[in-house]
């Protein structure tokens, strides 16, 4: 207890230890990969997708479960944001690691896109680094 009679900080964790989810639960338990931080940042190492100096936020919106919106990369390029689909299965969440890592990349060097025109050129060059790092993964890991 804190001088005051009231609990500190540390006798709350003390008796009421954290949990740490390790596997997916509920409406998200049909997901293949579990989503936690640590998950993603294993299979970036495991691939090679480097993600030093990038912020990732995993968003377990049920209501975007199926919609096939996997991630997105803010205007700064200093948070990506994880989206239940990417977590079907580890070649989508590879996919997405792959995608969103590029968009960081193209706006780091030439900032957000400011037309449609742009927009799509850094989709186009997103959706290959997808194939790109498939294609990897499948060369070092038979596709398992």
């Known amino acids: 207890m804190a001088p005051d009679g009231k609990s500190s900080f540390n006798d709350v964790n003390e008796r ?25 940042k294993k299979v970036c190492e495991d ?8 912020k990732i936020a995993i968003i377990d ?5 199926g919609s096939g919106f996997t991630g997105y990369t803010y ?10 689909d990417a977590f079907i299965n580890r070649e989508a969440l590879i996919r997405t690691l ?3 890592r590029m968009h960081v990349m193209q ?9 449609s025109l742009d927009g799509g050129a850094f989709e186009n060059g997103s959706k290959q680094a997808e194939v790109d790092w498939i294609d990897y ?8």
């Open 107 to 115: 706006v780091k060097l030439y900032g957000p896109p400011q037309n």
């Open 98 to 100: 792959a995608h969103e």
């Open 16 to 40: 009421y230890p954290l949990y740490r989810q390790k596997k997916n639960s509920g409406v998200f338990s049909k997901l293949k990969e579990p989503m936690t931080i640590e998950h993603v």
């Open 61 to 65: 919106a049920p209501g975007l479960k």
């Open 47 to 54: 691939v090679g997708i480097g993600y030093s100096g990038i």
């Open 75 to 84: 205007p700064d390029g200093n948070l990506v944001a994880l989206y239940l």
């Open 137 to 144: 993964y499948h060369n070092i890991y038979g596709g398992k």
